[in-house]
Nanobody
Framework: QVQLVESGGGSVQAGGSLRLTCTAS????????MAWFRQAPGKEREWVVV?????MYAESVEGRFTASTDDAENIWYLEMNSLQPEATAMYYC??????????????????????WGQGTQVTVSS
């Protein structure tokens, strides 16, 4: 069973930073399309960053969030800086069903990912 485990969430004040970690077991994060999504209470799940080769960021986080991988440790990170209250949400990492084919893809829907972590809560207070 493929598993993704997120950690690193917490409560910060506006302007603060957090680094989320998504640890994968049984496959290499570099071999698949990966994504971070978030879901705030009462709202739909939305994409934050997707990676097929190079990360692509949602406009709302561009320039403040940075995604990266540690291929040796099989970890998918999300560094979040200058956090604002509207970033408050449960954050999920997700994996694409197929191995990455070396092409850039724009897969932004949650139903395009088949494996999800349990989520980690991020709360930003003003």
């Amino acid at each position: 069973q493929v598993q993704l485990v997120e950690s690193g969430g917490g409560s910060v004040q506006a302007g603060g930073s957090l680094r989320l970690t998504c640890t994968a077991s049984k496959y290499h994060v570099a071999s698949y399309g990966m994504a971070w999504f978030r879901q705030a209470p009462g709202k739909e799940r939305e994409w934050v960053v997707v990676k097929y080769g190079r990360p692509m960021y949602a406009e709302s986080v561009e320039g403040r969030f940075t995604a990266s991988t540690d291929d040796a440790e099989n970890i998918w990170y999300l560094e979040m800086n200058s956090l604002q209250p509207e970033a408050t949400a449960m954050y999920y990492c997700a994996k694409s069903p197929a191995r990455w084919d070396g092409q850039s893809h724009c897969r932004l829907r949650s139903d395009e990912y088949d494996d999800w972590g349990q989520g980690t809560q991020v709360t930003v207070s003003s």
